[in-house]
């Protein structure tokens, strides 16, 4: 069958109440005032990785259950106004949300709304698979309900990539997608010995790329059993936020991977991305083009190869 979707992303789609406080951990006292203000935007990790993959050229389609409230409509219309197709199915018990409390230096503490979803919450299967039967990729967000479409993608021969985001290596939870998927990004933040825990993951799953995000640090890569570090790219602007930076980085490699690349020129250009949305203000939703993405990765700090490491 002829596919008509290079990415379909799984899960993620959700409505974020941005607070800027005057650091964290947030000073105890009764009250403090805000600027440059308190303001709710769609946009949480399934669709910033869908902007992300849409802005770059790739066709993408998103997939998970949403409200029939008022962050819903503000979901679907993130959707409809930068063109990305969308299958939102009925969430009774109302669509995904949190609050971002982020601090001068662009750090964030998540608080999400643990009401709006349940255990026994599902993705249609024929849903699932007839999306996936046409699609070149599935990048799955490990939000609830998506742990149960993996099997299900994974018959349907799709290649599949997740993101565990601050995974400690030990919460089993997040094994699942670990496990299941053929490309994985993480964040290097709860990690004590990243490098083990990438290469576990190699062993115990299907996965042969992984990729470590490190911040500042930049990224790890382990690629066909090799470790090497990918340095962080410049920023084009002082940043302000790192919201949606790891999002940046996998939708940036997708499509590095989607045109051909190997590993390591893929990882550049997560860099890049990751560091275009470090600049955008978390009351904002916007994704880097496939023009300032290729000329960023194309300087003197853009070698394809990076230093191998070990003991990271």
């Known amino acids: 069958m002829t596919t008509q979707i290079d990415v379909l992303v799984l899960g993620g789609a959700g409505v974020d109440t941005v607070v800027h406080v005057p650091e964290l951990p947030v000073p105890l006292a009764d009250s403090h005032m805000i600027q440059p203000g308190i303001v709710t935007r769609a946009g949480q990790s399934g669709d910033f990785v869908a902007l992300g993959t849409s802005t770059l050229g790739l066709r993408t389609h998103h997939l998970d259950l949403i409200g029939d409230d008022h962050e819903g409509d503000l979901v679907r219309a993130l959707h409809r106004d930068h063109g990305i197709a969308l299958t939102a199915l009925p969430q009774p018990r109302g669509t995904k949300r949190a609050v971002n409390l982020v601090g001068p230096d662009g750090r964030r503490l998540s608080l999400y709304d643990a009401t709006r979803w349940a255990d026994g919450d599902r993705l249609p299967e024929r849903t699932v698979r007839d999306l996936a039967s046409v699609s070149r990729h599935a990048h799955v967000v490990i939000t609830q309900p998506c742990a149960d479409a993996l099997p299900l993608l994974r018959e349907t021969g799709v290649t599949i990539s997740t993101d565990l985001h601050d995974w400690d290596g030990a919460n089993p ?17 709860a990690l004590t010995d990243p490098e083990a825990t990438m290469r576990r993951i190699t062993a ?109």
Not at 175 to 189: G, K, N, P, T, W
């Open 173 to 189: 939870y997040h094994e699942a997608f670990a496990h299941a998927a053929d490309l994985v990004f993480l964040s290097a933040a």
């Open 204 to 312: 115990r799953g299907r996965a042969r790329t992984v990729v470590a995000t490190a911040g500042a640090d930049g990224a790890f890569l382990l690629a066909d059993g090799r470790l090497t570090h990918v340095p962080a790219a410049e920023p084009p602007a002082p940043p302000v936020d790192s919201n949606g930076a790891g999002d940046a980085f996998a939708a940036a490699f997708l499509y590095g991977m989607l045109h051909g690349e190997p590993p390591p020129r893929c990882a550049r250009l997560g860099a890049v991305a990751g560091a275009y949305a470090c600049t955008v203000p978390s009351t904002r939703v916007a994704a880097i083009g496939p023009g300032a993405l290729l000329a960023g990765a194309a300087g003197p700090a853009s070698e394809d190869a990076g230093d191998a490491v070990s003991g990271v």
